[in-house]
């Protein structure tokens, strides 16, 4: 008879009360998909396993792992109790976690006498997104002349620690009075420092909430043996799971760039090294020229496979072998020689061609190259960081399987191999066959071009009298076909570049207005009721192809195992991504149109389209969109 752990079933017992009873007295719905969430997030922490939980648009997965994690940790002997690690890729979630959730169930639960004492969380984030009181003097003294709303910032700053939380201060500053990297010893406000205060208390808390790239920050101190920055923590809940190898990719990327150099050269100046900062310039230089392609480079950032020249090789030992010396002389600081040890250490690895890096140049728009070297051992660096510690984890987010496969995903965070993982998926709770029409445009006996991409955008955007948002994977392509949709209806339009919020909110406001977007509005934006009833999907979301996509290529014997290894699923899950866009609650409903010619029916990648949606009725016919739209909506939205 199998046995379970002191607390398992009084857990279990609380989570039914909590989410049947409790929360709907407070107007709640239930929700069965959340309730089982719940049960296997408390299942997974109990057996101290590793759980993948795919959830659904929703389902409400914060509230299920929150409650779960609060249950474990109550029952939890005092001498083993530690904190719960929440580890997200948004602000906007650890800010909601914070402040809505965790106080809205903290003083439910209080009121219903499950818990005696409030949660306690904090948000930790790195030292570059606070204040430094020193530096904040300084700057304050040096902005007299400034105008009135940089004062105001600057004044704020005195009293709100955290940069993300001050309105109006412009990147200059937040620069200038951030908490550097190394704090001067001799520091006259080091007693009374409101970012030592503050590391001091976020050690307290029962829940410790950070996004990504602080976790795993703490994981390489760990098994650097450096100071940690988390508190030694009993389990871990990755939420935005998905977005947790590209992070780590990032991590382990180094990158040189001709700032990145220009500023070391500058440092080395302003040590009075002027003839050798002059010299590393020059060599620095001959490496660029080096590798700059001799064909005209595009208008956008490319990124090219390094390879190593006669010539390259020649400019890169030139430059090491300065940078050896500059670091060799006798009266060198400290900071200097460790940053001229960095520098050589990572051009060394383009002269040796390291095997375990990829190596490319990412040229910015004027030609000027980047090096960069990322691992290609991202899944075992992820396993040996983050997975052996053997403490608990859920992973989290509403696209980690593709057509209802987790293999890919296990391949990329590194949990391929292990074992006992669980797996489990929930679907959305939404009626889409009645509330969802997928639309595919008749196949097209000529190539689809943008011209006749911007007629069908027309044709439905008409159809659906505006309310539409207009996905792209180019902002090239997006540019093109909003310039030929131009005055073609009489809806407000807009467009959303990178760094859109302001944009994207008075597209919210517009109340049947149309969005161009791109980028990061395939995910994480909520755009409820009737503001997208129609979303549009210009081209499937293949990934582009990159230096490490094309290492990764090498490793399959051949394109076809690739392309449905890595290529298919990745689009999948993007696709889906997408797709959450359309409708976010129980009452919205909404006309998703696919153009891509690829996706249509009888297209080459109809069937894994369809599978990675949820099933939906599909039609060719513009009538049927019209049709769907006069049946869905009230009256007032044709107004």
């Given at each position: 008879m199998q046995t379970y752990p002191t607390?398992?079933?009084?857990?279990?017992?609380?989570?039914?009360?909590?989410?049947?009873e409790i929360l709907p007295?407070?107007?709640?719905?239930?929700?069965?998909?959340?309730?089982?969430?719940?049960?296997?997030?408390?299942?997974?922490?109990?057996?101290?396993?590793?759980?993948?939980?795919?959830?659904?648009v929703g389902i409400g997965k914060t509230l299920a792992y929150l409650v779960a994690c609060i249950l474990w940790q109550m029952h939890r002997p005092?001498?083993?109790?530690?904190?719960?690690?929440?580890?997200?890729?948004?602000?906007?979630?650890?800010?909601?976690?914070?402040?809505?959730?965790?106080?809205?169930?903290?003083?439910?639960?209080?009121?219903?006498?499950?818990?005696?004492d409030p949660i306690t969380a904090v948000v930790r984030k790195g030292k570059e997104r606070f204040v430094c009181d020193a530096r904040l003097a300084e700057r304050q003294a040096k902005a007299i002349s400034k105008g009135q709303r940089q004062k105001n910032s600057l004044r704020i700053a005195e009293s709100i620690l955290d940069l993300d939380h001050i309105p109006n201060l412009t990147r200059y500053d937040r620069c200038r009075i951030c908490v550097p990297q190394s704090c001067p010893r001799?520091?006259?406000l080091r007693l009374d420092c409101r970012y030592q205060q503050y590391l001091r208390d976020s050690m307290k808390p029962d829940i410790q909430i950070c996004n990504h790239n602080y976790l795993l920050a703490n994981a390489f101190h760990r098994l650097e043996e450096r100071p940690l920055l988390l508190r030694k923590y009993q389990a871990l809940v990755v939420d935005e799971a998905h977005k947790l190898p590209d992070t780590a990719r990032q991590m382990y990327t180094e990158t040189l760039s001709a700032q990145n150099m220009d500023d070391l050269c500058s440092l080395l100046q302003q040590a009075n090294f002027k003839r050798l900062s002059k010299r590393l310039r020059t060599a620095f230089l001959t490496i660029s020229i080096s590798c700059t392609p001799s064909l005209s480079m595009p208008k956008r950032k490319v990124s090219v496979p390094f390879s190593l020249t006669p010539f390259r090789q020649a400019a890169l030992t030139g430059c090491i072998d300065l940078l050896q010396y500059i670091g060799s002389q006798p009266d060198m600081p400290h900071y200097l020689q460790y940053r001229l040890a960095e520098t050589e250490s990572l051009l060394r690895l383009f002269l040796l061609e390291v095997?375990?890096?990829?190596?490319?140049?990412?040229?910015?728009?004027?030609?000027?190259?980047?090096?960069?070297?990322?691992s290609n051992r991202v899944p075992q660096l992820l396993r040996s960081a983050l997975w052996n510690t053997r403490e608990p984890a859920i992973l989290t987010s509403g696209t980690l399987a593709a057509a209802g496969d987790f293999s890919h995903t296990e391949q990329l965070l590194g949990l391929a191999a292990y074992r006992p993982l669980r797996h489990f998926r929930a679907d959305s709770p939404f009626d889409y066959k009645k509330k969802c029409l997928l639309y595919f445009p008749p196949r097209a006996r000529t190539r689809v071009d943008n011209r006749h991409m911007a007629e069908e955008i027309i044709r439905l955007v008409d159809s659906c009298h505006g309310h539409a948002l207009v996905l792209f994977t180019s902002y090239r392509q997006?540019?093109?076909?909003?310039?030929?949709?131009?005055?073609?209806?009489?809806?407000?339009?807009?467009?959303?570049?990178?760094?859109?919020?302001?944009?994207?909110?008075?597209?919210?406001?517009?109340?049947?207005?149309?969005?161009?977007?791109?980028?990061?509005?395939?995910?994480?934006i909520d755009f409820p009721g009737d503001m997208v009833s129609l979303l549009i999907i210009a081209k499937l979301p293949f990934p582009i192809p990159d230096p490490v996509s094309d290492y990764e290529r090498k490793q399959?014997?051949?394109l076809r195992d690739y392309i449905n290894a890595e290529i298919i699923p990745e689009m999948q899950k993007k696709l889906r991504q997408g797709f959450g866009r359309a409708i976010r609650t129980e009452q919205d409903s909404c006309v998703v149109a696919i153009?891509?010619?690829?996706?249509?029916?009888?297209?080459?990648?109809?069937?894994?389209?369809?599978?990675?949606?949820?099933?939906?009725?599909?039609?060719?016919?513009?009538?049927?969109?019209?049709?769907?739209?006069?049946?869905?909506?009230r009256p007032d939205y044709f107004l």
């Open positions: 607390g398992y079933a009084e857990s279990h017992r609380i989570a039914e009360q909590i989410f049947r007295r407070h107007g709640m719905a239930v929700r069965e998909e959340q309730i089982a969430l719940c049960h296997e997030v408390l299942d997974t922490l109990y057996n101290k396993e590793i759980s993948l939980c795919e959830a659904g005092s001498q083993l109790k530690m904190p719960v690690v929440i580890s997200t890729s948004s602000v906007a979630l650890q800010d909601a976690i914070l402040t809505e959730y965790l106080p809205d169930l903290s003083a439910i639960m209080l009121a219903e006498g499950i818990i005696r001799d520091c006259s095997p375990t890096r990829i190596l490319y140049l990412e040229f910015s728009a004027n030609g000027q190259p980047t090096f960069c070297a990322t997006m540019a093109e076909v909003r310039a030929l949709t131009d005055g073609q209806w009489p809806y407000q339009t807009y467009q959303a570049w990178r760094n859109g919020g302001k944009i994207i909110q008075q597209f919210k406001q517009s109340g049947n207005g149309v969005l161009f977007a791109a980028g990061s509005c395939w995910e994480g399959y014997p051949n153009l891509d010619e690829r996706a249509g029916i009888g297209g080459r990648y109809h069937d894994a389209a369809l599978a990675a949606l949820p099933i939906c009725p599909t039609t060719e016919k513009i009538e049927d969109v019209q049709q769907f739209i006069r049946e869905q909506k």
